[in-house]
């Protein structure tokens, strides 16, 4: 982040009014709340820590809690950002200060040089001297490396310790009696051979004045306890006060202007420096701002200013007392002042290294909390990026996938004031958590991953959070914590528990989730991995992982299930449509009521089927060929075997009770590459004590086909019936001996009937209603086609693949004898004759229909051509079929084109185009002209057409078109602008939708309301007079008709009643046509 940003939205937006006792940030510490959650070893314990409060209501989230006080520090840190002074306005006076700072700065910058011994005995007055105690030159003496001298602007000034002290002693000041004086150049050859000397140049002297100022009456500066009494001012030489070692104090007077304080104390001398403004302060308030390492406090009313440099570095100023009642130590400053507050951008937030609030706002931000031991963040919207260290740590997260890093210190002291616990409390969206050290973690909802690491850590979960997933990176030789998930406000009886990737506990109910942690047994491990240790209820109730391993076995009331068992489950379904996969135990599986599929894999497996069951699918398709994957049975409980039929499609068998759509499907017969069958399921047991094994169910399974179109292959080497159903079906049959039935109104079939390896007798059984008299047939190469005449039924066979042919009066035919019974056509006496224009001249041909079969045949004709005086052409065709000869004619006229004349009537949101004929038309067409061209609108052999779903207010150009000797022709001068009704007159119901329904031959109609109206009422034109055929009431915008001839078309309009009388004006104009489906 720009440091730009971080200093602005480090401005403490607080204002404390003086004259209360004490502020209220002084009480409250909101990291100090959750310490009591999180002074356990165990996870356990800590879980404990934290129900404890909150059992003592039923509501998890009303009791106090962790929602609670991160809420009520939510507030407070709103509160601090919405002050009624503009936490801004501090800068446009800090910007004064730093023209004045920069000089003070300058100086502290000034390149000091060593000089030589020589130089000093050229410049310095040989008599020049210092005055100190005896006790401070022995000082000297012995502990040199304590001192430095400086040569300011021809001034000597001796320091020690960093500290000035002493001077060039003046003529005008007198020594007393108890210093001694020391000539420099003594003091020159103690200092370590010059090593100690150095010459700064100054152009101003506010350092000696400074020092002079605070020299006393004995000739030497205070090092003891200094008390300065400091008016703020705008002077450019303001100074910068240092009290060094001691207790200092800086009283602050009332002015305006500045003051710099930079408080130093070598090794740590000074253990009670206070700034304290010294004047009634009730009546203003303060603003408290960091830049870095720098504090400035921001007196609002009197405007003055005290700049603290180095405060956050090296904080040597212990307090800061605004009243005689109201007084800061360093933390509470640190509390008050390291808040960094995003933007609605995309931010990148640092922490500091203390303790810092972090307030992300809206914006994809990248926040890292590196240093302190306690951090808030509150991330805000937007999908975040956050990192800390482990510390006392919380973490808010609003709406969006966040991405969550909590990393490892290994340097920091764990006590039991500070254990190092990370509170993260996340919102909605699927966030991404990664966590190390010890944490408790409300991820809220949405979909979400917790990478767990090294540490106690407490998930808590809700009911309606969504499916969270737990990871962890420790392996079973590894001492990770004790981890616990906290469901907090469920019970044992609120979820069921499966081994899926580890074990998945589900939550029953309307907001169904699941909470999926790992548990698998790893390579050289002696035992189960178990990285999540306890799981934990608000009843108190602690599971463990015996207890996932016992819970997960047993399944109940699930509708969705996936599990790699070595053990083996017993698993009772519910009466939803439920998925189950297992893995290579023994189960037992009860589906219960609805469509089940059950995929049981390897291992002895029991499915059991009750009447009303529904249609369920048990797959042990990947039991194995050979052997099969184990002895699997389908237990029939209430259920005869006398019960049922069975039913063979493609690979699957399928076991039918009688009378009812329950049914019991065995897929995976085949498999690609297998040389034989599989054994999916190896009995069926029924409740009359019949038992029949897998072989037995595949003689006496029938091939079944759907009353869709079908696609399939019937068994290669087990003689099998099979009833081709409704649909156009495509069914193959291999070396068996197959039958086929074929009943009517089972479509257009195909059946291909051969045999690779061995010679096969098959029959094809027609049902009730199939004579032999009936067939058409028609010869298509190897190929011939039986069809029913005036239905939808047909039969494609390939010669000399099906033997016998049967029918229910007994009648059995050969192949040959059916063909020959069906050989002959009945076609139509009168044959259609179709013309075809070809370069200037007509062509025809003669088409017969057959009138049971619907198959046509075609005789070409010969034409001649006569012209008359007129120009008219007239063509006639002959053609002689069976001895009967056949004529048609065909007339041209190349009379002259003239379009026709158009006009047009307004609607709402409609128009109709009415045109005159036009001579030798054959057809017209309604063009638009859209988008710079003309397009065609419609076509037809009337001379009017409505354009509907105009737009009020629009103009449509529109010209008519006319066909004319089998060409277009279109007169654009003649085109016409329209436009419908205004919207402010539209007075019509205006029909929006038409649906049709092809199954039943009907149409659904929906239409505007109009104002006013009462009722409504449905009309169609018949034999050119319109007859309502229904009314509705006003309420009531929809039509359904009753079932129609599909292919007839009707005109209709919708008419509205209002004020008590029927509208039926512009009903032309209104019209509409429907076409049944």
């Known amino acids: 982040m720009k440091r730009t940003k971080r200093v602005i939205a480090s401005v403490l937006a607080l204002t404390l009014t003086m004259g209360c006792a004490v502020p209220a940030f002084a009480d409250y510490d909101p990291f100090s709340d959750y310490e009591v959650m999180t002074d356990k070893d165990k996870a356990v314990s800590i879980v404990n820590g934290i129900t404890e409060s909150l059992k003592k209501g039923t509501d998890f989230a009303s009791d106090p809690s962790l929602y609670r006080k991160a809420t009520e520090y939510d507030g407070f840190i709103e509160a601090v950002y919405d002050h009624k002074d503009d936490p801004f306005e501090i800068i446009e006076f800090i910007d004064g200060f730093r023209e004045i700072q920069f000089r003070y700065k300058e100086y502290k910058k000034s390149a000091a040089v060593d000089i030589s ?89 506010e350092a000696l004045q400074q020092i002079e100022d605070f020299m006393t009456e004995n000739g030497y500066w205070n090092i003891v306890d200094n008390e300065m009494e400091i008016i703020p001012a705008y002077d450019t030489n303001s ?61 609002v009313v009197n405007q003055s200013m005290v700049f603290a440099e180095n405060y956050f570095n090296e904080c040597w100023l212990e307090y800061i007392q605004f009243s005689p009642d109201i007084t800061l130590e360093y933390k509470d400053v640190i509390k008050l002042v390291n808040k960094i507050k995003g933007t609605a951008e995309d931010d990148e937030l640092t922490g500091y290294k203390e303790s810092t609030v972090i307030w992300g706002e809206e914006g994809n931000d990248t926040i890292t909390a590196e240093y302190g031991d306690e951090y808030y963040i509150h991330a805000g919207s937007g999908d975040n990026n956050i990192t800390v260290s482990n510390g006392n740590d919380i973490i808010v997260s609003e709406d969006g996938n966040d991405y969550i890093t909590i990393t490892r210190e290994w340097y920091r002291l764990f006590t039991s004031e500070n254990p190092g616990y990370n509170v993260v409390l996340s919102g909605k969206g699927d966030d991404t958590i990664t966590l190390d050290g010890s944490n408790i973690v409300d991820a809220g909802e949405g979909n979400d991953i917790i990478n767990c690491g090294f540490g106690d850590d407490v998930i808590i979960y809700h009911y309606g959070d969504g499916d969270d997933k737990l990871s962890d990176s420790i392996n079973a030789f590894s001492n990770g914590g004790t981890d616990v998930i906290y469901f907090a406000d469920l019970t044992p009886d609120d979820v069921y528990v499966r081994r899926d990737s580890g074990f998945t506990f589900y939550v029953k109910g309307d907001k169904k989730g699941s909470v999926n942690i790992p548990g698998t047994y790893q390579n050289g491990a002696s035992k189960f991995k178990e990285p999540i240790e306890y799981v934990m209820f608000k009843d108190g109730t602690v599971w463990n992982l015996y207890d996932y391993l016992d819970k997960s076995r047993t399944i109940v009331d699930t509708e969705k299930f996936t599990g790699k068992d070595t053990l083996g489950y017993y ?370 052999n009337g001379t009017s057409y409505v354009l509907k779903n105009l737009k009020t207010g629009t103009n449509y150009k529109i010209a008519v078109a006319v066909m004319v000797n089998g060409e277009w022709k279109m007169d654009s001068s003649k085109a016409i602008t329209v436009t419908p009704l205004e919207e402010v007159t539209a007075k019509y119901p205006a029909v929006e939708n038409i649906n049709y ?34 009314y509705t009431d006003a309420n009531t915008t929809t039509f359904t008709s009753p079932k129609l001839k599909a292919g007839s078309t009707y005109e209709m309009v919708i008419c509205a009643k209002v004020n008590g009388k029927w509208d039926t004006s512009n009903l032309n104009a209104r019209a509409f046509k429907v076409t049944v489906k």
Not at 274 to 284: A, C, L, M, P
């Open 997 to 1030: 329904n092809e199954q039943y031959h009907q149409f659904r109609l929906s239409w505007t309301k109009v104002n006013g109206a009462s009722q409504y009422g449905v009309a169609v034109k018949i034999a050119g007079k319109w007859k309502v055929y229904a």
């Open 571 to 940: 698993i009772t379904g519910t009466d939803n449509d439920d998925t189950y996969y297992t893995g290579g135990g023994n189960d037992v599986i009860i589906p219960g009521k609805g469509n089940d599929y059950v995929n049981a894999g390897g291992g002895t497996d029991t499915f059991v089927f009750y009447r009303g069951d529904g249609h369920d699918i048990f797959d042990e398709s990947n039991g194995g060929s050979y052997p099969p994957g184990g002895e699997d049975t389908v237990l029939f409980e209430d259920i005869r075997s006398d019960e049922v039929r069975i039913g063979q499609y493609g690979s699957t068998i399928t076991i039918k009770v009688n009378g009812s759509s329950d049914a019991v499907e065995l897929p995976g017969i085949y498999e690609s590459g297998a040389s034989g069958r599989r054994h999916p399921i190896e009995k069926a047991k029924f409740a009359d004590g019949v038992e029949w094994t897998f072989l037995e169910m595949l003689e006496m399974s029938m091939t079944e086909a759907t009353d869709g179109d079908d696609d399939f292959d019937t068994f290669s080497t087990i003689n099998g019936l099979t009833r081709c159903g409704k649909g156009n079906d495509h069914i193959r049959g291999k070396e068996a001996t197959d039958t086929y039935v074929y009943e009517l109104g089972d479509g257009h079939d195909v059946i291909e009937d051969y045999s690779v390896w061995w010679d096969s007798y098959d029959i094809i059984r027609f049902g009730t209603g199939i004579t032999p008299d009936m067939f058409c047939l028609k010869n298509d190469g190897n190929t011939y086609i039986l069809s029913i005449p005036n239905t939808e039924d047909s039969l494609t066979l390939t010669k000399g693949q099906i033997e016998t042919f049967t029918f229910t009066d007994g009648t059995s035919l050969e192949e040959n004898e059916l063909i020959a019974k069906a050989a002959d056509h009945h076609y139509s006496e009168t044959p259609e004759c179709v013309w075809t224009k070809n370069e200037g001249n007509y062509s025809a041909k003669f088409v017969f229909v057959c009138s049971d079969c619907g198959a046509k045949v075609s005789y070409a004709a010969e034409v001649e051509c006569e012209e008359g005086d007129d120009g008219v052409k007239v063509y006639t065709a002959k053609a002689t079929v069976a001895g009967k000869e056949y004529t048609d004619t065909y007339k041209y006229s190349p009379s002259a084109y003239k379009s026709p004349d158009v006009t047009f009537e307004k609607g709402t949101n409609a128009v109709k185009i009415t045109w005159t004929e036009a001579v030798g038309a054959e057809k017209y067409a309604v063009c638009g002209y859209v988008s710079g061209k003309w397009q065609m609108i419609a076509k037809g």
């Open 117 to 205: 011994q020589d130089y000093i005995n050229e410049k310095m007055n040989s008599q020049a001297s210092v005055v100190m105690t005896q006790e401070d030159y022995e000082d000297l003496t012995v502990n040199p490396d304590r001192y430095e001298l400086y040569f300011i602007d021809g001034d000597a000034v001796l320091f020690r310790d960093g500290l000035v002290f002493a001077l060039e002693n003046k003529p005008d000041i007198p020594t007393p009696a108890e210093f001694v004086e020391v000539p420099l150049a003594v003091a020159c050859e103690v200092l370590k051979q010059l090593d100690k000397v150095f010459f700064v140049v100054n152009m101003r002297n």
């Open 239 to 299: 100074i910068i006060y240092n009290g060094g070692s001691g207790n200092d104090t800086y009283k602050i007077q009332k002015g305006k202007g500045y003051v710099f304080i930079h408080d130093s104390c070598p090794n740590n001398s000074g253990d009670a420096d206070k700034i304290v403004f010294d004047y009634d302060t009730s009546d203003t308030n303060f603003i408290l701002y960091r830049d870095d390492d720098d504090l400035y406090i921001y007196d």
